[in-house]
Nanobody, 126 residues
Framework: QVQLVESGGGSVQAGGSLRLSCTAS??????????MGWFRQAPGKEREFVAS????????SYSDSVKGRFAISRDNARNTVTLQMNKLKPEDTAIYYC?????????????????WGQGTQVTVSS
């Protein structure tokens, strides 16, 4: 199994930026075989897809709500995945989760992901 730990959350004013990081530990020898994703969950709402990146980082996907504002990247040598969040809105307030998929490619379906981090809080004030 692999352990995923998110960091970089916090509070920011609307229009500001945050960078979230996800570091994998434990079973990482084959980590670059798997797609990675970011999901978020706002209070009282279901967990929703934010972004994903395939096994070698040459393909990314984004939800319509964050497209053009967020960017996902990965560094397989460091076992890290990053979510750069720009032009943040109050609607982006949520707990953000890093996840690893079962397969080299994956997109918006949470059931495609088998390992999850504990989450990091992002709060955007108006």
């Amino acid at each position: 199994q692999v352990q995923l730990v998110e960091s970089g959350g916090g509070s920011v004013q609307a229009g500001g930026s945050l960078r979230l990081s996800c570091t994998a530990s434990g079973r990482t020898f084959d980590h670059n075989n798997y797609a990675m994703g970011w999901f978020r969950q706002a209070p009282g709402k279901e967990r929703e897809f934010v972004a994903s990146i395939n096994w070698n980082g040459d393909s990314t996907s984004y939800s319509d709500s964050v497209k053009g504002r967020f960017a996902i990247s990965r560094d397989n040598a460091r076992n890290t995945v990053t979510l750069q969040m720009n032009k943040l809105k109050p609607e982006d307030t949520a707990i953000y989760y890093c996840a690893r998929a079962y397969t080299p490619t994956a997109n918006q379906n949470s059931y495609d992901y088998g390992s999850w981090g504990q989450g990091t809080q992002v709060t955007v004030s108006s």
